[in-house]
T-cell receptor, first 114, second 114 residues
Framework: GAGVSQSPSNKVTEKGKDVELRCDPISGHTALYWYRQSLGQGLEFLIYFQGNSAPDKSGLPSDRFSAERTGGSVSTLTIQRTQQEDSAVYLC????????????FGPGTRLTVL | AQSVTQPDIHITVSEGASLELRCNYSYGATPYLFWYVQSPGQGLQLLLKYFSGDTLVQGIKGFEAEFKRSQSSFNLRKPSVHWSDAAEYFCAVAPSGGYNKLIFGAGTRLAVHP
């Protein structure tokens, strides 16, 4: 009965480097979401995966951001050529398939870009 | 565009006092409505949600919320606040009939005085 886990919990990187953030959803949850929480923008939706359907990428702020979900389970959010404005807490959530099902959030990854 | 407004950025109450946190949404139809709480260093935890039916919804930790269609509001209430309720509270909406992309308000930070 583990919850959503994310790794690393903290990541400090230099401007221009690439970073990968990992999310392990709750077992059996077919929907997975990424959000970003920053001081200036609050909580923003980034991307949504549902089963084998094409992901909804409408919240990704630029083409430097991408995400994949392998085997319908683990997801990786990749940020290329990081910028200081990418500094934020990146939150992952998962839910069962139905519309309106509760999203369960992980503890987040705090990303600091120097 | 859909939006969520939490007019109060900070609220301070005394322990044992009642609490009401305001939330207004802008959406063409009745969305799904949620309240989440985020304690320091913790992930987001769902307090309660409204989809349809009884407009007074009971949640965990003694919280309740009332949906008022005429006012496009979903205010969170608690009759007697405990020191452990100090946290940040987020109201969120998801479009009904669609998937579960959450749109969050800016949050209200609650401080509790002994």
């Amino acid at each position: 009965g583990a919850g959503v886990s994310q790794s690393p919990s903290n990541k400090v990187t230099e401007k221009g480097k690439d970073v990968e953030l990992r999310c392990d959803p709750i077992s059996g949850h077919t929907a997975l979401y990424w959000y970003r929480q920053s001081l200036g923008q609050g909580l923003e939706f980034l991307i949504y995966f549902q089963g084998n359907s094409a992901p909804d990428k409408s919240g990704l702020p630029s083409d430097r951001f991408s995400a994949e979900r392998t085997g319908g389970s683990v997801s990786t959010l990749t940020i290329q050529r990081t910028q200081q404005e990418d500094s934020a807490v990146y939150l992952c959530a998962s839910s069962q398939a139905g519309v309106g099902d509760t999203q369960y959030f992980g503890p987040g990854t705090r990303l600091t870009v120097l | 565009a859909q939006s969520v407004t939490q007019p109060d950025i900070h609220i301070t109450v005394s322990e044992g006092a009642s609490l009401e946190l305001r939330c207004n949404y802008s959406y063409g139809a009745t969305p799904y409505l949620f309240w989440y709480v985020q304690s320091p260093g913790q992930g987001l935890q769902l307090l309660l949600k409204y989809f349809s039916g009884d407009t007074l919804v009971q949640g965990i930790k003694g919280f309740e919320a009332e949906f008022k269609r005429s006012q496009s509001s979903f205010n969170l209430r608690k009759p007697s606040v405990h020191w452990s309720d100090a946290a940040e509270y987020f109201c969120a909406v998801a479009p009904s009939g669609g998937y579960n992309k959450l749109i969050f308000g800016a949050g209200t930070r609650l401080a509790v005085h002994p």
